[in-house]
């Protein structure tokens, strides 16, 4: 696992990076003075703690950069002033640590964090078999947009085609679980293609409009929010 630990005083990066190795000794870290630093390395990482208060660039500007590059790192602001937290809801901030960092509640976060990380690397690799009339396909999950349902047959909408199937919507919904919402008695959506959403309405990255009901938006607004907590990027 691979853990990035961006702040501008040497000591906080020192005794973040000496916890984690404490609990993950074989992980690979890295460490940065300055966001514009970070940003300028091509490395992929896992879970990153990010301090707010940088000089030059934020930490909240470094995360809405990192965010626009579509990286699906578990983000963990390190911060002093606890009003600044607000600000981390803007880009998916999985937690924050206040200053000085308490080790048992680092230990704390940071194991939830590596859980949320291992769930996320196997939502990417999960497969589903799909029987149809005269084929059957192996697909990864993370390639299907949406599924719609068309009476007794669903359409399963994805990168490549689409692919009509004899299934349910509950047997599919039970299957894919983790990124699918139901959003509407005839829609399961893949959050990680949502780009917009209103009482009514999914826009996925796609163009497409998807009908949700409106006794489903608390649901799905909650769903949403949790899913980009934990690293999710929306439009991969």
């Known amino acids: 696992m691979n853990i990035a630990i961006c702040d501008d005083e040497r000591q906080i990066r020192e005794q973040i990076q000496e916890m984690v190795k404490k609990r993950m000794p074989d992980c690979v870290t890295g460490e940065f003075a300055s966001g514009e630093e970070l940003l300028a390395d091509p490395s992929s990482w896992d879970i990153l703690f990010l301090d707010i208060q ?31 937290v607000f600000d981390a809801f803007d880009v998916s901030a999985f937690h924050y640590l206040l200053k000085p960092v308490s080790e048992r509640k680092l230990a704390d976060v940071f194991e939830r964090a590596v ?26 999950v993370k390639d299907i947009y949406y599924i719609e349902s068309q009476r007794r047959k669903v359409d399963i909408h994805t990168i490549r085609e689409v692919i009509e199937i004899y299934a349910t919507m509950n047997e ?23 780009a917009e959403y209103g009482n009514d309405f999914i826009q996925l990255c796609t163009g497409e409009t998807i009908y949700m ?21 929306s439009c991969v």
Do not use: W
């Open 54 to 84: 940088l000089g030059g660039m934020d930490g909240i500007g470094t995360a809405r950069e990192l965010r626009r590059r579509k990286a699906d790192v578990v983000l963990i602001f390190i911060t002093a002033i606890p009003d600044y």
């Open 115 to 140: 859980g949320d990380v291992r769930q996320r690397d196997q939502a990417h690799t999960k497969k589903l078999l799909i029987r149809t009339r005269n084929r059957k396909v192996m697909m990864y």
């Open 172 to 194: 599919l919904e039970e299957q894919l679980g983790g990124t699918f919402f139901r959003c509407h008695r005839g829609y399961l959506v893949n959050l990680a293609y949502v």
């Open 213 to 233: 009901s409106k006794e489903k938006y608390s649901a799905f607004v909650k769903a949403y929010m949790h899913y980009l907590r934990k690293g999710g990027v």
